[in-house]
């Protein structure tokens, strides 16, 4: 067999300025295959890595990012528009146009309140979304208040993460908004490690376990805290 460019970028074997694994690449991929969208909704372009895949298998691709060196980027992708603004002021724009999408990643600011918001817009404009970083709490939570009172369908680690250098991350969540939660497949054995992952991370990394969240607050000017006496003494 051989390699072609395009199967050792799929691979994680040639760069392509994905920002994730090789299996969420790898299942990013697999699920574009079997969807087939026509049109494509993105939330975080960054170096283009994720949007390249949509621009291959979607006719339309909108992407939003609020980094204006995207742009350069963007347009050697021809069938992908990218809005250079904040998520928040891209859902009006694209409300205002009467919009739908069959796919959304959500993938932009990694805080709880923007990552519920940016879910509402998913729940609200497309078929089907695909949430990264799934496994990091604060991204979980955001996906959990989104969803709060709602009978959706989400799938929290269709894709797991795993615990990182710098705490948990990765991973994709899968929402469809048109489905309610029994509509999972009966078959389910598996007992999700993030919970357990998550004590090992907050020993190991617990500011990043719960930035943006009391704790992680706390923690953080504990340690400033302790940092300053600690110099002060050297
Ligand atoms: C993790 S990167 C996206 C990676 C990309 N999806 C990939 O896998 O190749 C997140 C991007 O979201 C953008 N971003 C962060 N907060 C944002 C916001 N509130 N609105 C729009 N873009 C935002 C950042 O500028 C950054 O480029």
């Known amino acids: 067999m051989i390699l072609t460019d395009e199967t050792k970028r799929a691979l994680a074997l040639a760069p392509d300025d994905c920002l994730m694994t090789a299996a969420e690449k790898a299942a990013l991929i697999g699920v574009l295959h079997q969807l087939r969208p026509e049109r494509v909704l993105e939330f975080g372009f960054r170096f283009g890595g994720s949007c390249r895949w ?3 298998f979607a006719r339309e691709v909108v992407s939003v990012d ?3 060196a995207c742009a350069d980027r963007a347009r050697a992708l021809p069938n992908v ?7 928040t002021e891209a859902a009006g724009v694209l409300r205002r146009e009467g919009r739908r999408f069959d796919f959304m990643l959500v993938d932009a600011d990694h805080s709880r309140a923007s990552v519920c918001a940016d879910v509402a817009v998913g729940l609200e404009l497309a ?4 949430c990264h970083d799934s496994y990091n709490p604060v991204v979980r ?6 969803l709060a009172g709602r009978d959706v369908y989400c799938d929290l680690d269709f894709v797991p993460g795993c615990l990182q250098s710098n ?3 990765g991973g994709f969540a899968l929402i469809l908004p048109a ?8 078959y389910d054995p598996r007992v999700s490690a993030q919970p357990w992952l998550r004590c090992v991370a907050l020993v190991r990394n617990p500011a990043a376990t719960y ?5 992680g607050r706390l923690i953080a000017r504990a340690r400033g805290w302790w940092k300053k006496r600690t110099a002060r003494r050297e």
């Open 81 to 87: 528009r990218l809005l250079t603004m904040r998520t």
């Open 167 to 169: 705490g948990l991350w």
């Open 179 to 186: 489905l309610d939660r029994t509509a999972r497949y009966n």
């Open 141 to 146: 939570a955001g996906i959990r208040q989104a």
């Open 54 to 56: 949509f621009s291959e």
């Open 127 to 130: 078929d089907v979304v695909l």
């Open 66 to 68: 609020l980094d204006p």
């Open 211 to 215: 930035v943006d969240t009391g704790w």
